[in-house]
């Protein structure tokens, strides 16, 4: 009985557990996407949907750290440099 008990209990938590994980993901996609749109409004100068390079160069420092601390950094930048 305490078998079943303790199964149970295990099965209980590790269901709450992943539901949890799953919203925490869902927010951090939310807030992803609402970083995005805020920066591509403040510096998106030809309104194209994309920051090329000089639109990314006049970016202040703190939003450079906040896009690469939310994923939206440059896809290419650790290209070809050792580790």
């Avoid at 920066?39 to 030809?46: H, Q, R, S, V």
Wanted: charged share 35%; proline share 1%; aromatic share 4%.
């Amino acid at each position: 009985m305490q078998k079943l008990i303790a199964t149970i209990v295990v099965i209980a938590f590790a269901t709450f557990s992943v539901n949890a994980g799953q919203k925490a993901q869902k927010a951090t996609t939310e807030e992803k996407a609402a970083l995005k749109t805020e920066l591509l409004n403040k510096y998106d100068a030809n309104r194209d949907g994309k920051l090329d390079k000089s639109e990314r160069s006049k970016m202040s420092k703190p939003d450079k750290k906040r896009a690469r601390k939310a994923g939206l950094g440059n896809k290419h930048a650790h290209k070809g440099k050792s580790q």
